[in-house]
């Protein structure tokens, strides 16, 4: 079984900045060997990619986000991190952490103020 848990939410004004975390836990999994995300959901839409890196490293990021998030990870401490700044009230969604292609934490929400 693996374990997703976002944290670094919050309430933040435009143009400020917030560091998600996703803390991976679990027998035997480790981000080394696993492509990670972070998704977004807003109220009444549906869920988006915002950023992913894969095993080796490369990154990819939705149009939206590229040059203001940063999607990094730390394999000693098996997390996934998403750095935002520059941040827009189009930004407010709650956070989704995946795994794997397959398993989701329960999201950590994220909200800009204008």
């Known amino acids: 079984q693996v374990q997703l848990e976002e944290s670094g939410g919050g309430l933040v004004q435009a143009g400020g900045s917030l560091k998600l975390s996703c803390a991976a836990s679990?027998?035997?999994?480790?981000?080394?060997?696993?492509?990670m995300a972070w998704y977004r959901q807003a109220p009444g839409k549906q869920r988006e990619l915002v950023a992913a890196i894969t095993v080796s490293g490369m990154t990819n990021y939705a149009d939206s986000v590229k040059g203001r998030f940063t999607i990094s990870k730390d394999n000693t401490k098996n997390t996934v991190y998403l750095q935002m700044s520059s941040l827009k009230p189009e930004d407010t969604a709650v956070y989704y952490c995946?795994?794997?292609?397959?398993?989701w934490g329960r999201g950590t929400q994220v909200t800009v103020s204008s």
């Open positions: 995946r795994a794997a292609r397959v398993y």
């Open positions: 679990g027998s035997i999994f480790s981000i080394r060997w696993n492509d």
